[in-house]
């Protein structure tokens, strides 16, 4: 899916990755149907449900998912293992940095706050050895 992700998007595509629909997929999580259908098209989910839904995203391989729910957590999503190469950016750091442009571009007030906590993450990894400021 080419277009950018927000927290309802990737609750939509998760539900219907995994054959479900708002009814079954609401039994699995443990929520009603009603909260489901809120988390599709009003309100996005928020809180310890977000664990859940990461979980699951990864469970069906899908990095591009679960990072929406991580970023939404607080948590880094970028691979600490890629190879570090001075001329180019990894593939996983470019992969984060798109990411992160479409999660802005969303709007989406939970994401957002959600990428400014991870702004650290990626300066530890930009910033030249040896460097101490910011």
């Given at each position: 899916m080419n277009k950018k992700k927000n927290l309802q998007d990737a609750v939509v595509e998760l539900r219907r990755?995994?054959?479900l629909n708002q009814t079954l997929f609401a039994r699995r999580i443990g929520v009603s149907t009603s909260t489901v259908y809120r988390w599709e098209t009003q309100k996005p989910p928020r809180g310890p449900v977000l664990?859940?839904?990461s979980e699951?995203?990864?469970s069906l391989q899908r990095?591009?998912?679960q990072g929406v729910f991580k970023l939404a957590l607080g948590e880094s999503v970028a691979s600490p293992s890629?190879?570090?190469d001075d001329a180019e950016i990894p593939p996983t750091l470019q992969h984060y940095l798109q990411m992160l442009a479409e999660?802005?571009?969303s709007g989406d007030a939970m994401a957002i706050d959600a990428v400014t906590r991870n702004i650290d993450f990626f300066r530890d990894r930009l910033r030249p050895a040896g460097h101490k400021g910011r």
């Open positions: 990755a995994l054959g664990t859940r839904l699951l995203s990864e990095p591009d998912l890629a190879p570090v999660i802005l571009a």
